[in-house]
């Protein structure tokens, strides 16, 4: 699967928030769910390995929760042939688990 175009935030939780804002407005976002999923994963990716700050280990599990749920989404909802043949940039996650993820960020 090739990358999107990147979302160029900074790693913060605030963008981290922003951006479940707009997955939660999937129609009136700028990003797509595939581009908020890959940010994820190279947040996490930056600080998995490291000591981060409090606010940052607290969102951890979140934004590896998007990556995941993004890669097992595809998979559970399209066969092979069409996972070939389909647009990445189109599918659209469930906008409740992103409600879910922010109020889970914000707890």
Same mark, same amino acid.
């Given at each position: 699967?090739?990358? !999107? ?12 928030? =922003? ?5 939660a &407005? ?15 994963? &190279? ?8 000591? =981060?700050? &409090? ?11 998007v ?11 399209? !066969? ?6 389909? !647009? ?6 469930p906008?409740?688990?992103f ?7 914000n707890?």
């Open positions: 699967m090739q990358r !999107s175009n990147p979302i160029e935030f900074e790693y913060s939780k605030e963008k981290f928030l =922003a951006l479940l804002a707009h997955g &407005k999937p129609d009136e976002s700028p990003y797509s769910h595939k581009q908020i999923a890959e940010w994820c994963e &190279k947040f996490w990716n930056k600080y998995c390995d490291v000591d =981060a700050p &409090k606010s940052i280990e607290e969102i951890m599990p979140i934004l590896a929760d990556e995941t749920q993004w890669d097992l989404y595809l998979v559970n909802t399209y !066969s092979a042939e069409e996972l070939r043949k389909l !647009s990445f940039e189109t599918v659209k996650l906008v409740e688990w409600i879910n993820w922010a109020e889970e960020a707890a």
